[in-house]
C-alpha cells in the first residue's frame, strides 16, 4: 500500500524534474522517459499521472502559475495603496522562485505550446486576463479606466517581454534589474498622465 502523500510528492518531483529537463534539453526533445528518470520514478507511473507530455507540461503550468499567484497575493496583503499594489504584482511576477533559468525555460515552453494546445492556450489566456485585470484596477487611482487599461497591457508586455528576453539571453537572471525597468515604465506613465 503506497504511502499517504506519495501521489502528491511524486506529481511535485516530476513537474521539478520536467521544469529541469526542459531548460537542459528543450521541450521539442525532451521525453516522458527522461523526465521520469530524472525524478526517480518508471515511465508508466509518469503516463499514470499525467497521460501525455502537453498534459504534463500543462500540470507543470498550472503548478508555475499558483506558485506566481501566490507570491503575488503575499505582495498584495503587504500593500496598502494603489501604487503599493502595483508594485507587489510586478514583484510578484519576478519571485526568486520563478524568475531563473529553469523556469524562465519552462515558461517559453508553454507559451510556445499555447499556440497548439488548447488547454495550454486557455491557462495563458487566464493568467494574461488576470494580470491585465489587477493591473487596470489599480491604476484607475491614477488615470481614467480606459488609460489604465492601455497601460496595464503595456506593463504586462513588458513583463513578458523581460521574461522572453531573457530566456533567449545567455546572462544570470537579475529581478531588481527587470523589477527597476518595468517600475520605470509604470512611473512613466503615471507621470505622463498627471502632466496632461
Known sequence: MPKVGMEAERRRS????????IHESGYSDVTMAQIAKRAGVSGGLVHHYFGSKDQLLAAT?????????????????????????????????????QFRPAVIAAWLA???????????????????????????????????????????????SMIDGVWIRQALSDTHTDRQAAIAMVEDYVETQIAAHKAQ
Request: avoid cysteine; hydrophobic fraction near 40%.
Open 110 to 156: 508553454f507559451y510556445v505550446q499555447s499556440r497548439t494546445t488548447e488547454s495550454n492556450k486557455r491557462l495563458l489566456s487566464i493568467y494574461a486576463a488576470r494580470l491585465a485585470s489587477n493591473l487596470t484596477h489599480n491604476l484607475k487611482a491614477f488615470m481614467p479606466r480606459d488609460k489604465a487599461r492601455h497601460v496595464a497591457e503595456g506593463t504586462a
Open 61 to 97: 503550468m498550472r503548478h508555475l502559475l499558483n506558485e506566481l499567484g501566490r507570491a503575488i497575493r503575499e505582495g498584495l496583503a503587504r500593500a496598502e495603496t494603489p501604487r503599493e499594489r502595483i508594485t507587489a504584482i510586478i514583484e510578484g511576477n519576478f519571485a526568486v522562485d
Open 14 to 21: 516530476l513537474i521539478s524534474a520536467t521544469v529541469d529537463a
